[in-house]
């Protein structure tokens, strides 16, 4: 279906246009009909569908110029905030709106002069707050609020916030709500907060054909060798390696930049500027290994990437899920790569009960290395960047 069959305004057709944006995705076919009428939705999809364009051409559409904000967007990450506000702001090129972006970890001041004039705020629920709290954001006027990724909003903890936020919007509102999971907490929303919300369901998986899942059974001290080892052998586009913690996240890119790949880590330890430079170095291609932590990870939205690394196995089959859907969107082919060791046996059981991988055979010789983890080990060993090699 195309995008000039549904009653949208021609200055956001025009946008939609000059991004080359014909025809609709999954997601937009089914929920932009509903949307556009107004209806409250909940809609489940995965990462890389298009559900940006979903929720931000209806904004656009009602939103109207010059009248204060009138439409707000949550998102769990800054990072995601920035990607959205974007995405809406290429929407409504044409329609001469202005959209702020308010998140934490940045000055305030810009974000309250942006805000006087805004009518889109897309931002994270805790600097939302803040502006609530310092009366430099009204929301009164609010016409549609839109929820997005609201399952990593809630693993986030941002429940609380959420709700806040929530109780100071005009009850005559549209909500629309976007997650990839469906727990508890979200049903729980949708009856509080919702009006007879159409759910809407996409493909959730990527198909076989595009996406191939392979895991390595290995020694622990032999993980950081077969990682260099399949990058070496792989070589990659863009490649995304997950870690479980920020401190691994460090060892596997000194490890990796040691070993002559480019590789650099973001994870919440770094500052907002500091991430910011790294991502952007991402998209543009260098480094082409991001190593990072599933925290820093939510919500990015990278186009190409190539190959999934999963250094550290997630905890459940909805986190695979997650981080996998950052490779083979948009109908490209992609690889998800898990390197396991015993210790990691228990949860990766739990994610073959949905998810079917196969198991990979190396065709080269890991060479073992101690990952350094704050316990004294026993035997000779060298330091080697921020782990310990045999």
């Known amino acids: 279906m195309k995008f000039s069959e549904l009653n949208i305004d021609k200055n956001i057709l025009k946008s939609l246009s000059e991004m080359g944006f014909t025809d609709m995705t999954d997601i937009q076919e089914k929920t932009l009909p509903v949307a556009m009428k107004g209806d409250d939705l909940i809609a489940q999809a995965m990462t890389g569908s298009g559900k940006t364009a979903a929720f931000g051409i209806p904004i656009v559409q009602h939103v109207e110029h010059g009248k204060g904000v009138q439409s707000i967007v949550l998102t769990p990450t800054r990072e995601l905030a920035v990607q959205v506000a974007t995405e809406i702001k290429k929407f409504s090129k044409n329609s001469h709106l202005r959209t702020a972006m308010v998140y934490g970890g940045v000055s305030i001041e810009p974000q309250i002069f942006e805000l006087r004039n805004a009518e889109i705020v897309v931002g994270t629920p805790g600097r939302v707050l803040d502006h609530m709290q310092r009366g430099t954001i009204k929301l009164t006027k609010i016409k549609i609020l839109v929820l997005d990724e609201a399952d990593r909003m809630l693993d986030m903890g941002f429940i609380d916030d959420i709700r ?19 727990p508890d907490e979200i049903v729980y929303i949708a009856k509080r907060y919702m009006k007879n919300p159409m759910r809407i369901k996409t493909q959730i998986h990527i198909s076989k054909h595009l996406l191939k899942h392979i895991y390595y059974d290995v020694k622990h001290d032999e993980k950081l060798s077969v990682l260099s080892g399949l990058i070496e052998k792989e070589k990659p586009s863009l490649a995304i390696v997950f870690c479980g913690t920020r401190r691994m996240a460090n060892v596997v890119e000194r490890y990796l930049q040691n070993a002559k790949i480019e590789a650099r880590a973001i994870h919440g330890g770094l500052t907002q500027q500091q991430r910011s430079h790294v991502l952007d170095g991402f998209h543009r291609g260098r480094p082409h290994i991001l190593v990072a932590t599933d925290v820093a990870a939510r919500g990015l939205d990278i186009k190409n990437v190539s190959h999934i690394f999963n250094f550290d196995v997630p905890k459940t089959a909805e986190d695979y899920t997650h981080r996998t859907g950052r490779t083979a969107r948009f109908g490209k082919t992609g690889k998800a790569m898990t390197i396991l060791s015993k210790e990691d046996h228990e949860a990766f059981r739990r994610i073959l009960r949905y998810i079917e991988i196969e198991r990979g055979t190396l065709n080269f010789k890991p060479v073992p290395v101690r990952m350094h983890s704050g316990n004294r080990e026993r035997g000779p060993r060298r330091r080697f960047g921020n782990s310990w090699e045999r």
């Not at 806040?164 to 919007?169: E, K, Q, V």
């Open 164 to 182: 806040r936020i929530i109780s100071a919007l005009p009850e005559n509102r549209q909500t629309m709500l976007f997650s990839a999971t469906m």
